[in-house]
């Protein structure tokens, strides 16, 4: 009986132990890897290393230096090497540890035995990152850091760059309007299209640029940041008077362009090869984001005099995304559905699109058209996401790479507020004051920009 007893006396501990630890794991899954699965899994892979990279294939013959010294030193059996291992560096969300790949190894056989490797080191993910020639970069993540999305502390906004959702490898997804122009977002209802936008606006807000808004849902998406926006059109026929006025800001900007480097002002813009960041700082006009969401609203038309408007706006929309970029015109367009069907123009719209997010559709076609043409093995993986899962998406560009996102929780009333803080921040672009709307007075304490224009050309 004192045995049992005893037993029980240590066994309740244990379990109210265990219990902590299932618990942690699946409701504070950050707390439970600090605790117990980073120790847990720097053991295993301190412990398994050699053995692990010789069961992927990974490890190479000694040289004929080492077999020497092995056999002249001792009796044991000369065993292949693996690649050198770096320092571990512990994180918040997993490990990051630098390897020196042998010659004649490649980042591609690190890569392909990344899932062996997750398994061996018990960890959720494992990715590969080249460094430099001969170094790559493992990346373990300790768990799923999509299912609760804690964007990093130290990611800083910088000019036309905004954070605005975690990768699965726990790193910042940034939209940065320098390197990637243009963007098409699609998503079916409740996929989180409308938190993603959130995100760029409240970010963009704080910066020193102009946001222009197209929403034919009768503003429903953008008008609660109408504060911060230099112009706003909530249906067709407004859209169709602002985008003329949007081209001739581009036409002047580039006729600036001209003056400045001296190119002859009947030189066609297409030829102009500079942007407005080679001009000085005092000389460069405000940058302009222009955000359109339901773009498919202004595609779709009735009678033949709408097919003419549309057809207008279609291709102003197409100049902006040809030739915005080097006059400081950036394009966002958003939508639930977009493809060749909408009618002329649309495919070539899409074409200028650099960047791609997809968000849960309702149908294969949809992932296809955002992605099928620059990454065909990510329209699967954005078929899969499911709708008890808003804001996951997958994010690509033309370079043919993709991955995983998924955008923090950000409420309306929150971007609002942003927005309203900002107010003070809206530049003055003439063209654009018909349009900007009719906002009611608030008293709000107003932010500073946390970011300040580059002043240098790239």
Known sequence: MTDIATLLEVGGPVAALGGGAAYARAKHPGIYWSTVGLPMSTARLLSSYGS??????????????????????TRREVRPVPPRRGIIRPTTTGLRIRLRLAP????????????????????????VTTIKPGVVELRLVGFDVLRKVRMPRKVAA?????????????????????????????????????????????????QPVALVGIDCKRGVELAPFAPRLSALATDPDQAAELLPALIKEMEDRYDLIKARQGIAPATPDEE????????????????????VDEVAELFLVATKKEEERRDEMVTQLIRLAQLGRAAGIYLEVCGQRFGAELGKGATMLRAQLTGRVCHRVNDEASAKMALGDIAP?????????????????????????????????????????????????VPDLPALKPFRPNVPVRLV????????????TD
């Open 272 to 291: 102009v090869t500079s942007d407005i960041w080679g001009l000085p700082e005092h000389e460069r006009p405000v940058p302009i984001v222009l955000l």
């Open 445 to 456: 304490a107003p932010l500073a920009p946390v970011v300040k224009p580059r002043p240098v």
């Open 52 to 73: 692990v990279m010789e069961a992927c294939g990974l490890s190479v013959a000694p040289s004929r230096l080492r077999v020497l010294a092995v056999k002249a030193t």
């Open 377 to 425: 093995e990510a329209v699967s993986a954005a078929c899969a996401i499911a709708p008890e899962q808003p804001g996951l998406a997958i994010a690509g560009d033309t370079s043919g790479g993709w991955s995983r996102i998924r955008t923090p929780y950000l409420s309306l009333a929150d971007a609002a507020k942003t927005c309203h803080a900002s107010a003070h921040l």
């Open 158 to 206: 910088d000019f036309l760059r905004v954070p605005v959702a975690l990768r699965e490898d726990a790193t910042p997804f940034v939209r940065d309007y320098r390197t990637v122009p243009h963007g098409l977002t699609l998503g079916a209802t409740l996929s989180g299209k409308s938190m993603y936008l959130r995100h760029l606006v409240s970010g963009l807000a704080r």
């Open 104 to 127: 004649g190894q490649e980042p591609a056989d690190v890569a392909a035995s990344a899932e062996r490797l997750r398994h061996a080191w018990g960890v959720h993910a494992v990715y």
